[in-house]
């Protein structure tokens, strides 16, 4: 199901709870569904901005969205760069700095756990959503 983009700050400053299957497959679906439906415009997604505050948030790649679970950043480049970055849920253009690349873990939507290293828009774009979980706005 298609749900609201959440503005609510008080919201979005929470800190998300570990996702756990058994109780949350709706919400990973909702995500995907509602990431979908702004996809011209969305490269990433976070469940809290669905006011679901669980460690869950998609991004997009290619033509669909890889699903990631209790995400981690297990390192960080130390070269950080400025981005310029925009949000569903925050309004206009805001400047962040962000990690070159990071180390990351997670689960994938079959219940797989992944370590990669990602780069340039990638890793920032993790970086953001990340963010999310931790209750950090643009």
Same mark, same amino acid.
């Given at each position: 199901?298609?749900?609201?983009?959440?503005?609510?700050?008080?919201?979005?400053?929470?800190?998300?709870?570990?996702?756990?299957? *058994?109780?949350?497959?709706? /919400?990973?679906?909702?995500?995907?569904?509602?990431? $979908?439906?702004? =996809?011209?415009? +969305? !490269?990433?997604?976070?469940?809290?901005?669905?006011?679901?505050?669980?460690?869950?948030?998609?991004?997009?790649? *290619?033509?669909?969205?890889? /699903?990631?679970?209790?995400?981690?950043?297990?390192? $960080?480049?130390? =070269?950080?760069? +400025? !981005?310029?970055?925009?949000?569903?849920?925050?309004?206009?253009?805001?400047?962040?700095?962000?990690?070159?690349?990071?180390?990351?873990?997670?689960?994938?939507?079959?219940?797989?756990?992944?370590? $990669?290293?990602?780069?340039?828009?990638? !890793?920032?774009?993790?970086?953001?959503?990340?963010?999310?979980?931790?209750?950090?706005?643009?």
């Amino acid at each position: 199901m298609i749900k609201s983009i959440i503005k609510d700050e008080p919201t979005l400053r929470k800190k998300s709870m570990a996702f756990n299957e *058994n109780i949350h497959k709706q /919400v990973e679906i909702d995500l995907l569904d509602t990431a $979908k439906a702004h =996809e011209d415009n +969305c !490269a990433g997604l976070a469940a809290i901005q669905i006011a679901e505050p669980i460690r869950l948030f998609v991004i997009k790649n *290619n033509n669909s969205f890889r /699903v990631y679970r209790n995400p981690t950043i297990l390192q $960080k480049s130390a =070269e950080t760069y +400025c !981005a310029t970055e925009r949000c569903l849920s925050v309004e206009g253009s805001h400047t962040v700095r962000r990690h070159a690349w990071v180390k990351v873990s997670y689960e994938s939507s079959n219940n797989k756990r992944f370590f $990669k290293t990602l780069y340039g828009f990638e !890793a920032e774009v993790f970086q953001h959503e990340f963010d999310h979980l931790e209750g950090i706005l643009i």
